[in-house]
């Protein structure tokens, strides 16, 4: 089993940033890592995927703005979001498949305001 804790969300005016935290129970050193974002009444969807060697795949909406970063000493992986905008408003969680079985986070909430 994996626990993952997501921090770092907030209230932040459009034009702003936030880097969002994710720190993982275990090692995650081996694992592709994910950021995906919902809002109510939509499915979740992706942000964007890190391997351990740091290679990365994003949103195609996305590329540009947000960037994501991992620690594997820290077990931490990172979501940089820049240049926001009214429509980055939701619910953010971190993802790792363990052994076959995804895991999340309980998800950082991300406002932000016009």
């Known amino acids: 089993q994996v626990q993952l804790v997501e921090s770092g969300g907030g209230l932040v005016q459009a034009g702003g940033s936030l880097r969002l935290s994710c720190r993982a129970s275990?090692?995650?050193?081996?694992?592709?890592m994910g950021w995906f974002r919902q809002v109510p009444g939509s499915e979740r969807e992706l942000v964007a995927t890190?391997?351990?060697?740091?290679?990365?795949n994003y949103a195609d909406s996305l590329k540009g703005r947000f960037a994501i970063s991992r620690d594997n000493a820290r077990n931490t992986v990172y979501l940089q979001m820049n240049s926001l905008k009214f429509d980055d408003t939701a619910v953010y969680y971190c993802?790792?498949?363990?052994?076959?079985?995804?895991?999340w986070g309980q998800g950082t909430q991300v406002t932000v305001s016009s």
């Open positions: 275990r090692s995650i050193f081996g694992y592709r």
């Open positions: 890190i391997t351990t060697g740091g290679n990365t």
């Open positions: 993802n790792i498949n363990f052994n076959s079985v995804n895991y």
